[in-house]
């Protein structure tokens, strides 16, 4: 009993020291890889960098403790960072408080929902998500999140469009514009150093060492090159009126949006009264408000956008200040400092004293020292229900993504895994993560890998993996200040290269053309829909229960004759000749209220197409369950053939059919002697009756009267 409450308390049944070791050497070399990823994936998900070492110190240890598998390393990955920042994205602006503060609450729901699953030994309901649009997914989720990164790569800016790719466009219009080629040269670098060294050695923790030796170069060049200015240093008039026109632009928004809040506080006041006039009049107020904020958001979208595509030269004063010209606009007699200088611009208003002009890289910046408050994170009703169906969604993707590898792990070490336990561990993971201001996780393939290719024995080993990020968030966060963005972009960019799968869209095509099309459909939507990734799920998994349901309506209805070697085989696929006065009928599938009406419209139509019939042999292997329609349509079915002149009767009923026969009285209608137990029987018994009138026709089952009666 404590065991199915305490499942890590198994591991220690033959555990010894050599085991310790082993553990302890997993978990060290998994952090190592762990920390620098964990970092790019937070800010893929659109939070500051250390929010993915908060992420990296609870959900490791309490999923490994709690779960079935003993290998599996939880933490963040790619495509639940990036369902992450495609949920919250409306909600907030990345980054800031309300947008951290969302993160941690969507954490604590998809926890919920895969404890309640687990609990309510509910894992199949992962099912849902087929493979083919799970694969079609995933090669999108890889592309996106891969172009996401592109403008750390090349060191520009751009806010987000409504579509992923117009997003793209505008971050490859601005590297026309101006690229920043020490930032390019740095991420190039970082994905040398980590291409070239899996290449020499798997078991070098490559990305560690990219990380290590790119944050070295970053700090001993002075890679980031920042300092603030007041709006008078900037010695072009166009420009500065750039930033007034938009601090008032950015000014404006708040008040507006605090107006448009309590007008909504009005329009539901209005309806829970039933004022019709007041409906009116809040919804047109909601409405005005609603135009107004889209006019001034587009107006400091383009004054920001003005802005950014500024591009000055510093020329050092008598003083050591600098004054910042317009690149073509430098007077004659002046030298400048040999940079090119940028304002960096936000969504907020720029403070006009403290312009922060960027003349070099950006790297992660502070992170703060010590572990995150421990806290339950604010409950918001209205907050919860917008994210809900995301909730829903990260849990059955993420879940699915951890299964999978534990399945894959658990094949090579022959370890038994639990589903149900898993989701439990999972949902722990991410709930008690939440108090420690993590966003969503799930197992990560690399860093699982990493794990059993060091020798975890057992989850101890994560444990150990989340002590090491304990001590680099208490003693060494100062580190990793001069850590380029760029580098941490080479670091996700390299990590979602192995999502790629375009053999999954063949393989799936070769079994079955429909999951060929439902996952490249799947494809095109996510990457069409994106950042709304979300619909390109939905239409996956609509697709794929339309292909169910029109499959269970229309199950595979086979005519079987006897082919050369002796087998009965189907008619139409194999070319055969049928008995002139026999059929036998095969229905594959279980039958039930949306599909009994198929199996009786194919019987009627080949008895009117057939002439000369006398017996229909139902070879009900295949009904492997009936329902009352099913049931009610065979007995309709028996007293339709008959009136015709024809008998019917059945063989290979399976004891869940035949119980519902005895139940329903269905056995009186047909006759006990019209059932037999095998077809070969079936056919002996009715053969000689059926071709009474003409013995000597030629009926390719005689082979089988003939090897039964041997």
């Known amino acids: 009993m404590l065991v199915k409450v305490f499942p890590f308390l198994a591991w220690f049944k033959n ?3 050599a085991s310790l070791q082993l553990d302890a050497l997993s978990g060290l070399t998994v952090a190592l890889v762990l920390i620098p990823q964990s970092m790019a994936y937070a800010q893929l998900a659109g939070l500051p960098a250390y929010y993915g070492l908060y992420a990296s110190f609870l959900p490791p240890m309490i999923a490994a403790l709690f779960g079935s598998s003993r290998q599996l390393a939880t933490g963040p990955v790619a495509v639940v960072s990036l369902m992450t920042s495609a949920s919250l994205a409306p909600l907030a602006t990345a980054g800031s408080p309300g947008y951290i503060a969302y993160a941690v609450l969507l954490a604590l729901m998809v926890g919920i929902f895969q404890l309640s699953l687990g609990i309510l030994r509910l894992g199949l309901v992962v099912n ?22 592109l403008s750390k790569m090349f060191g520009v800016y751009v806010d987000t469009a409504p579509h992923h790719y117009e997003t793209i466009i505008n971050v490859v219009k601005g590297a026309i514009h101006y690229t920043h080629w020490p930032t390019l040269f740095m991420g190039v670098f970082a994905f040398g150093i980590m291409y070239g060294l899996k290449w020499l050695s798997p078991r070098i923790p490559n990305v560690l060492v990219a990380v290590v030796i790119t944050t070295t170069i970053s700090w001993a060049m002075g890679f980031q090159h920042d300092q603030t200015a007041g709006i008078d240093a900037i010695e072009s008039p166009q420009i500065r009126q750039l ?3 938009f601090n008032t632009a950015a000014a404006s928004v708040p008040p507006l949006a605090e107006e448009r809040t309590r007008i909504g506080e009005t329009l539901s006041t209005a309806k829970q009264s ?52 317009p690149q073509d606009a430098i007077p004659a007699g002046m030298k400048s400092d040999g940079r090119t200088w940028r304002i960096k611009v936000g969504n907020e208003p720029l403070v006009t004293t403290k312009l922060k002009m960027m003349g070099g890289g950006a790297v992660v910046g502070t992170i703060p020292k010590g572990l995150p408050s421990m806290t339950i994170p604010p409950i918001n009703i209205g907050v919860m229900l917008h994210l809900l169906p995301f909730a829903a969604i990260i849990s059955l993707l993420g879940f699915m993504e951890a299964i999978s590898i534990a399945k894959a792990m658990a094949s090579k070490t022959g370890q038994r895994l639990d589903p149900n336990q898993e989701l439990i561990g999972q949902g722990l993971g991410n709930m008690l993560g939440a108090i420690g201001k993590s966003y969503p996780t799930s197992g990560s393939f690399s860093r699982s890998a990493v794990n059993l290719q060091a020798g975890a024995v057992t989850g101890l080993s994560s444990v150990f993996t989340s002590m090491a990020v304990l001590i680099a968030l208490l003693f060494f966060t100062p580190l990793l200040y001069h850590l380029p963005q760029a580098v941490l972009a080479a670091v996700i960019m390299m990590a979602v290269i192995g999502l790629v799968n375009v053999s999954g869209f063949i393989h799936a095509w070769k079994a079955k053309w429909y999951d060929g099309a439902i996952s490249i459909i799947s494809f095109i939507c996510t990457m069409v829909f994106a950042p709304h990734l979300d619909k390109g799920i939905m239409v996956g998994v609509v697709l794929s229960l339309g292909v169910f349901l029109y499959k269970s309506m229309r199950p595979r209805v086979v005519f079987l004759s006897r082919s050369e070697d002796e087998e009965l085989r189907c008619v139409t696929t194999h070319g055969l000749d049928e008995c002139p006065y026999v059929t036998l009928v095969r229905f594959d599938g279980p039958l039930f209220f949306a599909n009994a009406s198929y199996l009786e419209d194919t019987i009627t139509e080949m008895i009117r197409t057939k002439e000369g019939l006398t017996h229909i042999l139902i070879v009900a292997n295949g009904i492997n369950d009936m329902d009352s329609s099913g049931e009610e349509t065979l007995s309709l079915l028996v007293d339709r053939v008959r009136s015709n002149g024809i008998d019917i009767s059945m063989c290979g009923v399976n004891e869940a059919v035949m119980e519902v026969f005895d139940r329903t009285h269905f056995l009186a209608k047909i006759g006990e002697d019209h059932i037999f137990p095998t077809l070969e029987k079936g056919i002996v018994a009715i053969h000689e009756i059926a071709h009474e009138n003409d013995p000597d026709a030629n009926c390719p089952l005689l082979n089988a009267c003939r090897l039964v009666e041997a």
């Open 15 to 17: 555990y010894d020291k």
């Open 243 to 245: 930033i007034q026109k």
């Open 128 to 149: 849902f998500l087929s493979h083919p649009v799970v694969n079609g997914f995933t090669n999108a989720a890889a592309i996106i999140i891969a172009s996401s990164q």
């Open 274 to 325: 039933h004022d019709a006039i007041g409906v009116l009049d809040a919804t047109h107020d909601v409405d005005v408000a609603n135009v107004n904020i889209a006019r001034l958001q587009a107006d400091a979208h383009r004054f920001r956008e003005e802005i950014r595509a500024a591009l000055l030269t510093g020329v050092p004063q008598a003083d050591g200040a600098l004054k910042f010209y």
